[in-house]
């Protein structure tokens, strides 16, 4: 018979991460472990990894949704369907899918397992000052990363543009690919304007200009926008997402499969674009290693050519030990290296 617990965790990060939403200390999340009743050593670990204040399942009674879903398991009552909840979903598929390969947190399958073959990701530039983000681009590029992604928005629009011209003025476009992350930072009114400024500098897409639930804007920045625009957050809590691709049409979709449905929801997010021909990458939303090995290993099955946007796997202060490692800017699992966790305190719903 299948068991299942979970359990409350608090992720601290080692800097104070800014977004042009917000700040952030810690991110709080959670996990579910399955197992049958006969072989309780024998565990998959999945995490439901909660984002407050971006993810369409941040409510009041999302512990108590992830606590019936463990005791509905607990009774052999397992759902038909996985529960609307993402990011619960996004744990529960994990979760089982390690269970079914052994427990060794290989869900998914296999992953690269040495540098040369590794999982190709961006450096992600967090917002700062000027002076903190052109430094942190630096090291990126020192550390061998050739595809850098900023996030924008939160500082002057003109000292902005004043970094990218310098980082811009160092590194050509065929030796560095620059990406950009608005966040919904730009108003519909001033967005191409800006936009034509930004596309000076050779940008590779920009994630997110606008305000996500802005279709009929969104569509037209696309359409005439210098720079390919990719989606984000209006691909969380999409009901309608074929009807939301063709009506707006962008170059790309980043898919969160943590905020955008799980992994099944995520493989049909890719299914549509790819009949529509919108190309896509794969980014984490702050989980812990138990969630970027998931998203890593997820991605390994389609073999992308793109750089993925998996690199914020060390941020935190009190992560797991994992086998993830990054050499230049490629992700791969180490061959023999083990896990070890954090003290977790389960709860077991009946």
Known sequence: MLRAAYCRYTLRFGF???????????KETYYIKLWHSGSPG?????ECALFRGLGADDTPDYERRLASLCAAV????????????????????????????????????????DPASGI?????????????????????????FRCLKFKIGGQDFGEEVELLRRVRSQWSVDKLEIRLDANGAFSPAEALSRLRTLSQFGIHSIEQPIRAG????????????????????????????????????????????????????????????????????????????????????WV??????MPQGLGTGGLYTNNFISPLRLDSDRLYSAPGAGWKYPGLQWIQPD
């Not at 024998?42 to 999945?46: E, I, Y």
């Not at 369907?81 to 399958?109: H, M």
């Not at 390994?300 to 050519?305: M, T």
Request: charged fraction near 25%.
């Open 16 to 26: 104070t991460a800014v977004t042009s939403r917000e700040r952030m200390n810690t």
């Open 42 to 46: 024998r565990f998959g670990l999945g």
């Open 74 to 113: 607990n009774r052999d009552d397992i759902p038909a369907a996985l529960p609307r909840e993402s990011s619960i979903a996004f744990g529960y598929e994990t979760a089982l899918s390690d269970l079914s390969r052994g427990g060794c947190r290989e869900p998914f399958g296999a992953m690269p397992s």
């Open 120 to 144: 190709r990701i961006n450096g992600l530039v967090w917002m700062g000052t000027i002076a903190e983000m052109e430094r942190r681009a630096a090291e990126k590029i020192d550390a061998g």
């Open 214 to 297: 802005q279709r009929d804007e969104m569509a037209r920045i696309c359409r005439e926008s210098p720079i390919p625009v990719a989606l984000d957050e209006e691909l969380i809590g999409c009901s309608d997402p074929i009807a939301m691709l063709s009506a707006i049409r962008p170059r790309y979709i980043v898919l969160k499969p943590s905020l955008c449905g799980g992994f099944a929801r995520a493989d049909a997010w890719i299914a549509m674009a790819r009949s529509l021909g919108i190309g896509w990458w794969a980014t984490s939303a702050l989980e812990s290693d138990i969630g970027l090995n998931a998203i890593a290993r």
């Open 300 to 305: 390994s099955v389609y073999a992308p050519s």
